[in-house]
């Protein structure tokens, strides 16, 4: 069974620094999709950035990166810049190629833009 | 709308009524999915449309539960004999191709569930 998992319950940046989110999974498979989510408080789910896993190139979103660590199993998000409408919960995704819409996610990380 | 529209936002149910929650996808949405959100977790998966047809139900928790999709649009999530451990925000997700959550899916604004 796959899992996901972010260790990091709370995070907390200054306005207009970097900051990032820790996400490590387990799975057996090779081809497979990872995302990062952010939900703010309004509960809509809003998809950040996804990344295949056969692509060795980090995917990138505007301020939003990824490090896509295969072998380690990592998948790590750095927001740049950080804005105060980063303010939300974000959460690590994972789903096996053609699964369909079983996505699983992590317990989500809180991130606090402070001014 | 633009969006994934679902309705109620809110939803008190005393213990043992049935509920029924709408999800209104995106129109032209093949896909259509529904998670279960507990206070401070993660989204679970529950179920999985491809237009009218069920095609995973692996995630809905027990026979009280039960989604549809009759038209391949709009989909029902019912739930009864409501249970206390079944307060959650449930979430309604959906996606323009067949192939799932392997394309961009949108997700709605959920619905909160509260059983007393």
């Known amino acids: 069974a796959q899992t996901v998992t972010q260790s990091q319950p709370e995070m907390s940046v200054q306005e207009a620094e970097t900051v990032t989110l820790s996400c490590t999974y387990d799975?057996?498979?090779?081809?497979?999709?990872l995302f990062w989510y952010k939900q703010p408080p309004s509960r809509q789910m809003i998809l950040v950035i996804r990344q295949e896993a056969y692509k060795q190139q980090n995917a990138t979103e505007n301020r939003f990166s990824v490090n896509f660590q295969k072998a380690a199993k990592s998948f790590s998000l750095k927001i740049s810049d950080s804005q105060l409408g980063d303010t939300a919960m974000y959460f690590c995704?994972?789903?096996?190629?053609?699964?369909?819409?079983?996505?699983?996610f992590g317990q989500g990380t809180e991130l606090s833009v402070k001014p | 709308g633009a969006g994934v529209s679902q309705s109620p936002r809110y939803k008190v149910a005393k213990r043992g009524q049935d509920v029924a929650l709408r999800c209104d996808p995106i129109s032209g949405h093949v896909s259509l999915f529904w998670y279960q959100q507990a206070l401070g977790q993660g989204p679970e998966f529950l179920t999985y449309?491809?237009?009218?047809?069920?095609?995973?139900k692996s995630g809905l928790p027990s026979d009280r539960f039960f989604a549809e999709r009759p038209e391949g649009s709009v989909s029902t999530l019912k739930i009864q004999r409501t249970q206390q451990e079944d307060s959650a925000v449930y979430l309604c997700?959906?996606?323009?191709?067949?192939?799932?959550?392997?394309?961009?899916?949108?997700f709605g604004q959920g619905t909160r569930l509260t059983v007393v």
């Open positions: 997700a959906s996606s323009l191709a067949n192939r799932g959550m392997n394309t961009e899916a949108f």
């Open positions: 799975t057996s498979e090779n081809n497979y999709y």
């Open positions: 449309f491809q237009n009218e047809a069920q095609l995973d």
């Open positions: 995704a994972f789903i096996r190629y053609n699964q369909g819409g079983k996505l699983i």
